[in-house]
């Protein structure tokens, strides 16, 4: 037992390493370059965009590659320790923007450092959660594990999202940037060194591309989970985007304040990992993750209607525990993707799997950048400078209607996701295996 916590922690505490950076790469990228830099709204939608269809295509590439990877190193631990110096380098740079760049050159620079920032995450995250149903092959190890990882990322975010308008306010975004960069790399290069992989022989079947691409293409399953992921994670995508905007223009209170409003969030969430674990191993683990999908998007309502800081704490901390739910069952339903994938076929291809569900993950770029591109055309918020007649009601529709509608159409794909009960002792028996 002490050997799994040791090796569960040496595993979950990658999630903090790889949180860090990422987390206010997202939600501070548009508050930075939109309200403080003059980058447009309909510019911004126009990166999301075009960001999501680049990720389409290097996402089955690089967990091709890292599943036909054969190194005395393993085949993720070479990824993650080349890319994740690579990933600090233009997360810092995306946040240290030369003072000159305006206009169309401002716009450049931001989609070059989006995309690279972007894909080099794509590369982390994947080989990350390629790892988790490898080393960890029960739904009760899982979910203790999950628990522990979301756990951290939940601490990651407070770092990174909570007390980021504290410390970027002390010091500025680029310094907090190179403080959270160098936090998050040693974090993700500890867990790189730490997590061992299992012995994988030149014997071993190879996966193949393009069949690869074809089995995954008829694997329903995996379409209908990837489209509950992908609109459940262009809904919470919204809420870190949106709430300084809702901050400053909706409850029109100092922007240091919305540090209260996501440890609120935070907060509650990393209260309630344990409780929906618990749940998970009590009962089965797909209708709790039907419950968490319902209950965060019923969330969104109350938060509709705050007006003020303690209100808007309120509604905010119901999202946190809706919130805590979806990140503790999400993953566990990915790695039953893969267990399936790994019984039908006899090939391991989790890079391949855990990439193609992180891409559709990433499909919330398209929905994240269709919001933005309707508050201009119905409220007219255009920039920082330019924020419309009614940029209240803008921010508002922001952080609670686009993803209260989300998380219903989320909600309604999940109910034809189901598994057999008998799931997942020994997920690799076909490939024999030994346990670590």
Not at 264 to 273: E, H, P, R
Not at 412 to 433: K, M
Request: charged fraction near 15%.
């Amino acid at each position: 037992m002490k050997l799994l916590r040791f090796k569960s922690f040496n595993y979950a505490v990658g999630m903090f390493g790889t949180s860090i950076p990422i987390n206010m790469f997202k939600t501070y990228a548009a508050i930075y370059y939109v309200d403080r830099l003059g980058l447009t709204t309909v510019q911004l939608a126009s990166i999301l965009f075009w960001y999501t269809f680049i990720d389409a295509i290097d996402n089955p590439v690089y967990g091709f590659l890292s599943d036909r990877t054969r190194t005395r190193w393993g085949r993720r631990r070479p990824w993650l320790v080349i890319g994740t110096p690579l990933l600090v380098l233009c997360f810092i740079a995306f946040f240290s923007t030369p003072a000159f760049l305006s206009g169309n050159s401002l716009f450049a620079y931001a989609m070059l450092l989006y995309i690279l920032t972007g894909t080099l995450d794509s590369v982390i995250n994947a080989n990350y959660g390629a790892l988790f149903p490898e080393l960890f092959r029960t739904d009760a190890s899982r979910a203790k594990t999950n628990a522990m990882r979301q756990a951290f990322q939940l601490v990651a975010m407070i770092v990174s999202i909570a007390l980021t308008p504290l410390v970027a306010g002390a010091i500025g975004f680029s310094a907090t940037a190179i403080l959270y960069g160098l936090l998050g790399g040693a974090v993700i290069l500890y867990m790189s060194f730490t997590s061992k992989e299992m012995d994988v022989t030149e014997a071993e079947e190879k996966p193949k591309f393009w069949q690869s691409l074809k089995d995954l293409a008829a694997n329903r399953k995996f379409w209908l989970t990837g489209f509950t992921n992908a609109f459940y994670s262009a809904a919470m995508a919204l809420v870190l985007a949106s709430l300084p905007f809702f901050v400053k223009y909706t409850l029109q209170i100092p922007d240091g304040q919305s540090t209260i409003l996501f440890a609120s969030v935070l907060l509650i969430a990393i209260g309630f990992v344990t409780v929906w674990a618990r749940l998970v191993r009590k009962y089965s683990l797909i209708p709790i993750w039907r419950i968490a999908l319902v209950t965060l998007a019923v969330a969104f309502v109350p938060l509709y209607f705050a007006n003020s800081l303690a209100t808007a704490a309120i509604g905010s901390a119901l999202v946190g525990f809706g919130f805590a739910g979806v990140i503790t069952t999400m993953d566990l339903i990915g790695a039953r993707i893969m267990d399936e994938d790994t019984r039908k076929h006899n090939v391991r291809r989790e890079g391949i799997i855990s990439n193609a569900l992180g891409f559709m993950n990433r499909l919330n770029g398209l929905f994240t950048s269709f919001a933005f591109y309707l508050i201009f055309v119905l409220f007219g918020f255009e920039s920082g400078a330019n924020p419309g007649n009614d940029p209240a009601s803008a921010s508002r529709f922001l952080l609670t209607v686009f993803p209260f509608v989300l998380m219903l159409i989320s909600f309604g794909f999940s109910w034809l996701v189901n598994f057999p009960e008998q799931e997942t002792e020994v997920v690799v028996s076909e490939l024999d295996i030994p346990e670590l």
